[in-house]
């Protein structure tokens, strides 16, 4: 199983990013995805998740900001960020496991994981 996030960059407070993950080795349709981030010094944390009927959860830091969507005919789950602020500023990583527990589940929870890509809100 591997995932691959991508889609990270600098931004100025207020903007856009779009972050992808591509996911091969498993059966997408029956996984959950998730992203979570991690800032320096600090537990990786949740931050959305999708289930297998699209159902979706984010945490309060990020509602009405970020969208998790997914397209399993792509095998690819996205996090749609918009209105970045500087507290945003992490390292994102998708994540993918079998079993619903929430976007406020502990990173343990989940058994795969890609790479994070660096997200960076400055003026």
């Known amino acids: 199983v591997q995932l691959q996030a991508s889609g990270g960059g600098s931004v100025q407070p207020g903007g856009s990013l779009r972050l992808s993950c591509e996911i091969s080795g498993l059966s997408l349709r029956h996984y959950v995805i998730a992203w979570y981030r991690q800032q320096p010094g600090k537990e990786r944390e949740g931050v959305s998740c999708?289930?297998?009927?699209?159902?979706?959860e984010h945490v309060d830091s990020v509602k009405g900001r970020f969208a998790i969507s997914r397209d399993n005919s792509k095998n690819m789950g996205y996090l749609q960020m918009n209105g970045l602020k500087p507290e945003d500023t992490a390292v994102y990583y998708c994540a993918a496991d079998h079993y619903y527990t929430g976007a406020y589940s502990r990173a343990a929870t989940y058994d795969y994981w890609g790479q994070g890509t660096l997200v960076t809100v400055s003026s």
């Open positions: 999708i289930d297998a009927s699209s159902r979706t």
